[in-house]
């Protein structure tokens, strides 16, 4: 009761409130007046683009100075502290760099403002990534990274074995057991420690083999037993037989990406923001990206990215508001990409021609982009998160059988969503 009455009276004040954003279906969108030097919270920069494109900003708006606070690199860690911090109300934060799980969430919670699609040109961004900035038909934040796992792979090793790269597990654990072995290097790696990257590489499995885990409204668990042992089983059975090397069960996304670029794994799944530094290492000019692979055919990703959301207890909304137009328009979108290698969520540079001859992996990505499953969308998304990388995790790690950890596992995200928590 609490939390709805603050979501109210939040509600109240910003319709009470001479707001810019305009009025959508009778309500008022939009920040709260308020302009001055901003913070930028966002998830740690590993590839160094941020700065230069928020220098441009502070260049020509030196009022509005922007300061980038960067956060953990793990979600998990960047939403605890986000959270921390919004519950106490403090004004310390004003944009929020939100990934495109959060927004029902935050929504919700009341910690973050609506915006008005009037002010967006939502239309020339791709449609699913749009999507995971709406919650009960309401805009809460603006698209700004889009993301869908690939598969990396060494295009060399496979090329002069006269392979093309796998489009089901079965290519997929063949080519790793037999190259693994023959050339000494591990076979194919993700995201396998217990946080919300184990999470997606699970839910990636999972629809990869045809299965869902809850119905689009989160209200009802939808796992098929047979379709998410199968899907358990190709991650437990590679660990088991050696294609998985051990190591990648402490891998997070960095992990991974070094493992690759060191020439250490002849498959590594991990986002598209990996391409750029591979370009410049041990595996330069011997590796290619693709789709993941599925059971039958190719697989379907995880849609990620981050999305710019407004603090609600900012005081310095306006500013928030037009330093997210900004950052968000096709010219630093298309920095996005060319200087930080993230996938930019306006439809029209993938098919742009000079992007496609310097990142020649657009077409796959945007086919995965379109073709990407979303996670649920539920307020309690983190611990619905929880539930499926511990129990996944113990299948993993602790050798528990797999169709105990499903039994289990349909059990947990029932009662879940049953108590809301």
């Keep these: 009761m609490v939390r709805r009455g603050c979501l109210l009276l939040v509600t109240l004040l910003l319709a009470g409130c001479s707001g810019f954003g305009g009025d ?10 308020g302009t001055g030097p901003i913070t930028l919270v966002i998830g740690r920069d590993t590839t160094a683009y941020l700065r230069p494109l928020l220098d441009r900003w502070n260049q020509a708006h030196p009022a509005e100075r922007v300061t980038l606070l960067e956060l953990p690199e793990a979600a998990d860690e960047q939403r605890a502290q986000m959270v921390a911090n919004l519950q106490a109300h403090s004004d310390r934060y004003d944009v929020l760099g939100l990934d495109v799980v959060w927004t029902a969430e935050f ?16 239309n020339k961004l791709l449609a699913p990534v749009v999507d995971t900035a709406v919650y009960r038909d309401r805009l809460w934040a603006v698209p700004f990274t889009s993301n869908a796992g690939l598969l ?32 000494d290097i591990g076979g194919y790696a993700g995201q396998f420690l217990p946080y919300e990257g184990l999470t997606v590489n699970f839910a990636e499995a999972v629809h990869s083999a045809g299965g869902t885990i809850l119905s689009p409204d989160a209200r009802t668990v939808t796992m098929n037993p047979d379709t998410t042992r199968t899907a358990l089983g190709f991650l437990v059975d590679g660990l088991k037989e050696g294609w998985i090397p051990q190591e990648a069960l ?20 991990n986002w598209p923001h990996a391409y750029g530094p591979a370009t410049h290492s041990a595996v330069a000019g011997k590796f290619q990206v693709t789709r993941l692979p599925g059971h039958d055919g190719p697989g379907s990703s995880t849609l990620g990215g981050q999305n710019l959301a407004i603090s609600a207890y900012s005081k310095r909304q306006k500013s928030a508001l037009n330093f997210i137009r900004y950052f968000t328009g096709p010219e630093n979108q298309r920095l996005v990409l060319t200087q930080g290698s993230f996938p930019p969520v306006w439809a029209d540079l993938y098919d742009d021609p000079d992007l496609i001859r310097r990142f020649p992996y657009l077409p796959v990505l945007k086919e995965a982009i379109l073709s990407a499953r979303p996670r649920p969308v539920t307020a309690n998304y983190n611990q619905v998160s929880l539930v499926i990388s511990s129990a996944v995790s113990s299948a993993l790690t602790l050798g528990k059988p797999v169709d105990e950890t499903v039994t289990e596992l349909k059990q947990q995200l029932g009662e879940v969503i049953q108590t809301g928590g």
């Design 152 to 183: 990396y792979y060494r295009s060399d090793l496979l090329k002069k074995e006269h392979l093309k790269p796998p489009t089901t597990w079965a290519e997929l654990r063949d080519q790793a057991k037999r190259l693994g072995k023959k050339y």
């Design 250 to 269: 402490a891998y997070k996304e960095e992990e991974s990406r070094l493992a690759f670029q060191r020439g250490e794994l002849l498959f590594a799944r």
């Design 107 to 122: 929504a919700d919670a009341g910690w973050i403002v609506p915006l008005d699609r009037g002010l967006f040109p939502l």
């Design 24 to 33: 959508s279906g009778g309500e008022r969108d939009g920040a709260t007046g």
